[in-house]
């Protein structure tokens, strides 16, 4: 069983940076895949990046492409989602993921989920 637990998200200007972060607990950490996923109402929810447990591997959302990068810390257990340039589309609920087998966009093959954090872009 694995927990996860979102932090940092929060409202900010158009052109701002923010770093979520999500914490991880139960089973190897070095030994799954996290991914982040945004939703906002009415929508599906929306694949943003992912990490592969030896964090050689990364991939994101054509969206998020060269604005947000995503890392871990083994040592604490950690994975963050460095956003920067900001945009007002971006506002979502940021959902932290992950997943035993390998790095995936499709949020269906992601069995564990936290709670979400609210990002706010205004213009």
């Known amino acids: 069983q694995v927990q996860l637990v979102e932090s940092g998200g929060g409202s900010v200007q158009a052109g701002a940076s923010l770093r979520l972060s999500c914490a991880a607990s139960?089973?190897?950490?070095?030994?799954?895949?996290l991914g982040w996923f945004r939703q906002v109402p009415g929508k599906e929810r929306e694949f943003v990046a992912a990490i592969s447990g030896s964090a050689i591997n990364t991939i994101y959302g054509d969206s998020v492409k060269g604005r947000f990068t995503i890392s871990k810390d083994n040592a604490v257990n950690t994975v963050y989602l460095q956003m920067s340039s900001l945009k007002p589309e971006d506002t979502a609920v940021y959902y932290c993921a992950a997943r035993f087998l390998g790095i995936d966009y499709d949020a269906g093959k992601y069995r564990y989920w936290g709670q979400g954090t609210q990002v706010t872009v205004s213009s």
């Open positions: 139960g089973g190897t950490f070095s030994a799954y895949t």
